[in-house]
């Protein structure tokens, strides 16, 4: 099984880390760290148009995103196990490579995969198909895993089995709240 995956929220728990940031750059505005945590999981763009961040704001959460250390992300539990079932894996994020490339080689999970698209390839951004359509030619998708609506549609677009990670939306194929139950996904998703 040749297996698409997102970044952020799907192979690492990132959010967290992003929450604290947006947290801390909002300053005044005392917002819960849950509806902040809930808005950037629809996307990052409609979470500072939701709490209208002006640019300055803006600027400086996506500066200290990428100044956060590798160890300061985590993958999820029973990743590397997952990432050892599939044939082949490959990541569509809109994280620059370099960053994603920096934290994978750190967790040692550098070698699972044979192909990246991110945020600094120019393609549009998700929900467009494009990028998803590149790997999907390139390597003969036969699911996408991701964490938000906008990391299946792509996917669902091409005719591709779809999987959300820790989120319920309906319109996925799979649904999984921990990788210890991928091997489910794998035994009643035939390949193409």
Known sequence: MNILWDFDGTLFDTYPAYTAIVKKVMGDMHVE???IFCQLKISFGDA???FHLSEERISSIRKQ???LAPSDLKPFPHLEDVLKLA??????THKEKEDVLSILSFHKLDGYFADMLGGDDGYPRKPHPASYQILNERHSIDLAVGDREIDILPAKSLGIKTCLFQNKTPGADFYLDSYKDFKKIIKISPHR
Not at 87 to 92: F, L, W
């Open 33 to 35: 760290d849950e509806e």
């Open 48 to 50: 500072f148009r939701y």
């Open 65 to 67: 995103a990428r100044k």
């Open 87 to 92: 044939e082949k894996n490959v990541i569509m």
